[in-house]
C-alpha cells in the first residue's frame, strides 16, 4: 500500500491495488511497481500543483498539453529528481530576459523505453480507473466520453518501436542448445569444473539447475516448491501451486507462483537427486525443519536453513556464470524458454513419425493446449513469446528447402539449354 507522511494509506491507490490488482490474481512484484508507477503520476501533480481527485470530481480530465507534460515527465529518472518544493518554501528567483546568458546543462537522467512504456500504461489504466470512481454518481455518458477520450490519447503517447526487452533477440532468450548443455554439465554434482566446492550446495545447485531445465517452470514457483508438493516414487512428479502469504515463509519478498497450478512429471534421476537431498542434506540442516520449502540456504549466517532466496539464486547464477563467458546468456528465466523451444522441436520430431505411421501426429490445437498447460498459462496465446526460436529456426528450414528447389529448378534448365 501508498501511504502519506502519518502512515495512513492513500485511499484511491489502495482501492486500485486491491480491487484492479490483488484481486486479479497479480503477483506481489507486479503490485508494488504498479504503485510505484502511481507515485510517479502523484509527484507529477505535486510539481505541477494539480489534485486530479478535485479535477476529476467536477468532469475536467486531462488535455492534450497536461498528457504531454506528463508523457514527459514520466520519462524521468524518479532517482535523480530534486526534492519537492512544499507549501511555504521561497519562490525560485527569476532571471530577466535581457540577463538571461548561454550555459551548459547536464543532460536529465531518464528511463529506458521499456520502463516508460510501462509507467504510462499504468497510469492509463490508474485514471481510467480514478475517473470512473469519481464520477460513478452522475452516470454520464459525457463523463464516460470524457476519460475514454482522455485514456486513448495518453496511452498514444506511449513510446514506439521499443526493442525486446532482452535486447538480443531469440537467441537471447533461448540460448543455443550447446551452451544449455554445457551448463548443465558444469552445475552438475561431480564435474571438476563446478565453482561450488561443499557437496551438499552442488547438490542443491543441481537439482535447482535440473528443475528448471525439466519443467520450464518460472524462478518463484521453483522457490515456492514445498515437500509436500513432490511425488518422488515410481513415476516422479512436483505439483506447483499457488502459496501466496504461507505463515511458513521467513522471507520479506516471498516468491511465489505466477500462474495456475499444475502437476508436471519428473526423469528418474531427478527425482532420485531430490529424495537424496531430503534425506542426506536437508535433514542435517536444523533450521530447516521448521519449514517445509525444499531448496534452503547453506551458508552458515543468520540465512542458514532458510528458503533460499531469488537474489541468492542470482549469485548461484552469477558464479556459473564466471566460469565460462559463453553462459552469460543464461539465467533462470532462459530455462523456460529453452524448454518450450525443446518441447516444440520434440513435437515436430513426433509428427515426421506419424507422417511415416509410427504414431499419431499432435495438432497445432492439441500442441496449444499441452503448451498452456505445462506453462500454466490460462491464455493459450500467452505461449507465442516462448516458441519464437523454434520458428525463426522452421522458417529458417523452409526458405532453404524453397531456395534449393530453385537452384534445382535453374540446374534442370541450364542443362537442357545446353543441350539444345
Same mark, same amino acid.
Given at each position: 500500500?501508498?501511504?502519506d507522511?502519518?502512515?495512513?494509506?492513500l485511499?484511491?491507490?489502495?482501492?486500485?491495488a486491491?480491487?484492479?490488482?490483488?484481486?486479479?490474481?497479480?503477483?506481489?512484484?507486479?503490485?508494488?511497481?504498479?504503485l510505484s508507477?502511481?507515485v510517479?503520476?502523484?509527484?507529477?501533480?505535486?510539481?505541477?500543483?494539480?489534485?486530479?481527485?478535485?479535477?476529476?470530481?467536477?468532469?475536467?480530465?486531462?488535455?492534450?498539453?497536461?498528457?504531454?507534460?506528463?508523457?514527459?515527465?514520466a520519462?524521468?529518472?524518479?532517482?535523480?529528481?530534486?526534492?519537492?518544493?512544499?507549501?511555504?518554501?521561497?519562490?525560485?528567483?527569476?532571471?530577466?530576459?535581457?540577463e538571461?546568458?548561454?550555459?551548459?546543462s547536464?543532460?536529465v537522467?531518464?528511463?529506458?523505453?521499456?520502463?516508460?512504456?510501462n509507467?504510462?500504461s499504468t497510469i492509463?489504466?490508474?485514471?481510467?480507473f480514478?475517473?470512473?470512481?469519481?464520477?460513478?454518481?452522475?452516470?454520464?455518458?459525457?463523463?464516460?466520453?470524457?476519460?475514454?477520450?482522455?485514456?486513448?490519447?495518453?496511452?498514444?503517447h506511449?513510446?514506439?518501436?521499443?526493442?525486446?526487452?532482452?535486447?538480443?533477440?531469440?537467441?537471447?532468450?533461448s540460448?543455443?542448445?550447446?551452451?544449455?548443455?554445457r551448463?548443465?554439465?558444469?552445475?552438475?554434482?561431480?564435474?571438476?569444473?563446478?565453482?561450488?566446492r561443499?557437496?551438499?550446495?552442488?547438490?542443491?545447485?543441481?537439482?535447482?539447475?535440473?528443475?528448471l531445465?525439466?519443467?520450464g517452470?518460472?524462478?518463484?514457483?521453483?522457490?515456492?516448491?514445498?515437500?509436500?508438493?513432490?511425488?518422488?516414487?515410481?513415476?516422479?512428479t512436483?505439483?506447483?501451486?499457488?502459496?501466496?502469504?504461507?505463515?511458513?515463509?521467513?522471507?520479506?519478498?516471498?516468491?511465489?507462483?505466477?500462474?495456475k497450478?499444475?502437476?508436471?512429471?519428473?526423469?528418474d534421476?531427478?527425482g532420485?537427486?531430490?529424495?537424496?537431498?531430503?534425506?542426506?542434506?536437508?535433514?542435517?540442516?536444523?533450521p530447516?525443519?521448521?519449514?517445509?520449502?525444499?531448496i534452503?540456504?547453506h551458508?552458515?549466517?543468520?540465512?542458514?536453513?532458510?528458503?533460499?532466496?531469488?537474489?541468492?539464486?542470482?549469485?548461484?547464477?552469477?558464479?556459473?556464470?564466471?566460469?565460462d &563467458?559463453?553462459f552469460?546468456?543464461?539465467?533462470?528465466?532462459?530455462f523456460r524458454?529453452?524448454?518450450?523451444?525443446?518441447?516444440? &522441436?520434440?513435437?515436430?520430431?513426433?509428427?515426421?513419425?506419424?507422417?511415416?505411421?509410427?504414431?499419431?501426429?499432435?495438432?497445432?490445437?492439441?500442441?496449444?493446449?499441452?503448451?498452456?498447460?505445462?506453462?500454466?498459462?490460462?491464455?493459450?496465446?500467452?505461449?507465442?513469446?516462448?516458441?519464437?526460436?523454434?520458428?525463426r529456426e522452421?522458417?529458417?528450414?523452409?526458405a532453404?528447402?524453397?531456395q534449393?528447389?530453385?537452384?534445382?529448378?535453374?540446374?534442370?534448365?541450364?542443362?537442357?539449354?545446353e543441350?539444345?
Amino acid at each position: 500500500m501508498l501511504h502519506d507522511a502519518s502512515g495512513v494509506p492513500l485511499f484511491y491507490p489502495t482501492l486500485f491495488a486491491t480491487t484492479q490488482l490483488r484481486n486479479a490474481g497479480a503477483a506481489v512484484n507486479t503490485i508494488r511497481n504498479k504503485l510505484s508507477d502511481i507515485v510517479v503520476l502523484m509527484r507529477w501533480e505535486r510539481s505541477n500543483g494539480r489534485d486530479l481527485n478535485t479535477e476529476f470530481s467536477c468532469g475536467r480530465w486531462l488535455s492534450l498539453a497536461d498528457i504531454e507534460s506528463l508523457r514527459d515527465f514520466a520519462k524521468l529518472d524518479m532517482r535523480n529528481m530534486a526534492p519537492e518544493r512544499r507549501p511555504g518554501d521561497a519562490e525560485p528567483v527569476l532571471v530577466d530576459f535581457f540577463e538571461a546568458r548561454i550555459g551548459s546543462s547536464l543532460a536529465v537522467a531518464s528511463v529506458g523505453g521499456q520502463q516508460h512504456f510501462n509507467r504510462l500504461s499504468t497510469i492509463a489504466d490508474y485514471l481510467e480507473f480514478l475517473g470512473s470512481v469519481l464520477t460513478s454518481h452522475r452516470q454520464s455518458s459525457d463523463s464516460a466520453s470524457g476519460i475514454a477520450q482522455m485514456v486513448a490519447t495518453l496511452r498514444k503517447h506511449r513510446p514506439r518501436g521499443l526493442a525486446p526487452r532482452f535486447g538480443g533477440g531469440d537467441e537471447e532468450r533461448s540460448p543455443p542448445t550447446a551452451i544449455i548443455e554445457r551448463f548443465m554439465e558444469v552445475g552438475s554434482e561431480d564435474d571438476p569444473r563446478n565453482p561450488v566446492r561443499d557437496p551438499g550446495m552442488r547438490l542443491r545447485n543441481a537439482i535447482l539447475f535440473g528443475l528448471l531445465f525439466n519443467t520450464g517452470m518460472r524462478i518463484g514457483e521453483l522457490l515456492s516448491l514445498r515437500l509436500d508438493q513432490f511425488d518422488l516414487g515410481h513415476a516422479p512428479t512436483v505439483r506447483i501451486k499457488r502459496n501466496q502469504d504461507d505463515v511458513h515463509d521467513s522471507r520479506r519478498y516471498q516468491p511465489v507462483a505466477k500462474t495456475k497450478e499444475r502437476q508436471i512429471p519428473l526423469p528418474d534421476e531427478l527425482g532420485s537427486m531430490i529424495q537424496r537431498y531430503i534425506m542426506q542434506v536437508r535433514s542435517k540442516v536444523k533450521p530447516a525443519r521448521r519449514h517445509p520449502y525444499l531448496i534452503v540456504s547453506h551458508r552458515k549466517d543468520r540465512t542458514w536453513g532458510h528458503p533460499l532466496s531469488v537474489s541468492t539464486v542470482r549469485q548461484i547464477f552469477k558464479r556459473m556464470r564466471s566460469v565460462d &563467458a559463453e553462459f552469460d546468456c543464461i539465467h533462470p528465466h532462459a530455462f523456460r524458454h529453452h524448454f518450450n523451444y525443446r518441447l516444440s &522441436a520434440e513435437i515436430d520430431k513426433r509428427n515426421r513419425k506419424g507422417e511415416q505411421g509410427a504414431t499419431a501426429p499432435i495438432t497445432e490445437a492439441r500442441e496449444l493446449d499441452i503448451r498452456a498447460h505445462l506453462n500454466g498459462h490460462r491464455n493459450k496465446r500467452s505461449g507465442e513469446t516462448y516458441n519464437r526460436r523454434h520458428i525463426r529456426e522452421s522458417s529458417d528450414e523452409a526458405a532453404r528447402m524453397v531456395q534449393a528447389g530453385m537452384a534445382n529448378k535453374d540446374t534442370i534448365k541450364g542443362g537442357a539449354g545446353e543441350k539444345q
